[in-house]
Structures are given as structure tokens and as C-alpha cells.
């Protein structure tokens, strides 16, 4: 069964951090490019970061330039991302989410899904 488990997630302090996981099984994730989105209470879904499928290529949304890491372990089907310097902004349900092919924004272009992780930043 196809499976993506997202974990990590929990209530952090404005300034703190937090590093989120999106554990595969089922399939081989080395194979897929990984996004991480986030939807905000009455907000759309919004792309935070993604990364190639040989760690090659990342990219990250403007907002969390500079304060946030993604990273794969492709023997672990693991990919992370590392939360530094969180702001009450960055509350929201984050997602990972697969596709074959290269990195993309577009939450369409990815085929599986995790079931979120919350992350709460307030003081």
C-alpha cells in the first residue's frame, strides 16, 4: 500500500524550530520528487518547498527562504524539512506529496499525499 506519514509536526514558540518528516512505504521514493505544502485555516494550500528526486534541485517559497531546509535520505524514504526561526504566519496543516518527474509548485502535478502534520507557532 502506497503510503506517505508525515510527523513532527506540534506547538512551537515564535523563534523556535521544528523539523517535520514525510516517511514513504509502498513505493520507492527515490524515484519521486517530494513537495511540502501548508493550508492555513481559510487559506488555499500553498507550496513551501520541494526537491528532486537526486537532491539535485530544491526550491523554496519566498516566505521561507532563508529560514527553512529541505533534505532527503533516499536509503531512509525520508525527506525532512528543517524549520528555523518560526513565525505565528507559518501555523498551518503541512503536507508532503510525491510525482514522478521533476519538482513542481503545482499541488495537481503530485499523485501521493500524507494526511498532514499541524504545526502551531504561538507564545
Known amino acids: 500500500q502506497v503510503q506517505l506519514v508525515e510527523s513532527g509536526g506540534g506547538l512551537v514558540q515564535p523563534g523556535g524550530s521544528l523539523r517535520l518528516s514525510c516517511a514513504a512505504s509502498?513505493?520507492?521514493?527515490?524515484?519521486?520528487?517530494i513537495g511540502w505544502f501548508r493550508q492555513a485555516p481559510g487559506k488555499e494550500r500553498e507550496g513551501v518547498s520541494c526537491?528532486?528526486?537526486?537532491?539535485?534541485?530544491?526550491h523554496y517559497a519566498d516566505s521561507v527562504k532563508g529560514r527553512f531546509t529541505i533534505s532527503r535520505d533516499n536509503i531512509k524514504n525520508t525527506v525532512y524539512l528543517q524549520m528555523n526561526s518560526l513565525k505565528p504566519d507559518d501555523t498551518a496543516v503541512y503536507y508532503c506529496?510525491?510525482?514522478?518527474?521533476?519538482?513542481?509548485?503545482?499541488?495537481?502535478?503530485?499523485?501521493?499525499w500524507g494526511q498532514g502534520t499541524q504545526v502551531t507557532v504561538s507564545s
Open positions: 506529496a510525491a510525482r514522478s518527474g521533476p519538482p513542481s509548485w503545482s499541488q495537481y502535478d503530485y499523485i501521493y
Open positions: 509502498g513505493f520507492t521514493l527515490a524515484n519521486y520528487a
Open positions: 526537491i528532486s528526486s537526486s537532491r539535485s534541485i530544491t
